[in-house]
């Protein structure tokens, strides 16, 4: 089992690109708004929530499937299709054009894990468990968010 190291980055100028919009992206893309400069959305279908974060222009949001131009000009994909080989072949492409991948489909394709976060500004606090426990990052950050206060829902 390899490691990660909890390297936090500012995103405040960066293009994240979010490709499947189900709930594990969904999830993942309320999460990004505090922190990106600038989310693009790529799928088909989307919930009701990640509709109204376009309408209001938080988001760009495209409801059709992902083309490989969609990685023009982003600098992190997280890509969560529902379908592994997609996940498989998205993960290909950003590797080849050395963009930060992370497949929530594969943990064997993420260049980095979308840690479960907790803050209280300025105090952000991520936890990980390198892939492997799910259920004990989930309790952990959890934890971490009643510690601090913070009433958002990851």
């Known amino acids: 089992m390899s490691l990660y190291f909890p390297m936090f980055m500012d995103l405040s100028e960066k293009n994240v690109l979010f490709v499947g919009a189900g709930r594990v992206n969904s999830g993942r893309i309320r999460t990004m708004l505090d922190f990106a ?54 993960a290909g492409m950003c590797r080849r054009r050395g963009i930060l991948v992370n497949a929530s489909s594969d943990k064997t394709l ?12 300025p105090l952000v606090v991520g936890v990980t468990a390198s892939g492997e426990d799910h259920s004990l990052a989930a309790k952990a950050s959890a934890y971490f968010r009643k510690l601090l206060g913070d009433r958002r829902d990851d």
Not at 52 to 77: N, P, T, Y
């Open 37 to 90: 400069g600038s989310i693009t959305v790529v799928s088909p279908e989307a919930d009701a929530s990640i509709m109204a974060l376009s309408d209001e222009g938080r988001i760009s949001l495209h409801r059709r499937r992902f083309d490989e131009r969609d990685l023009d000009g982003a600098d992190i994909v997280i890509t969560s299709t529902g379908h592994a080989g997609t996940d498989v072949r998205i």
């Open 110 to 121: 993420c260049d980095f894990y979308f840690p479960g976060i907790a803050r209280r500004d």
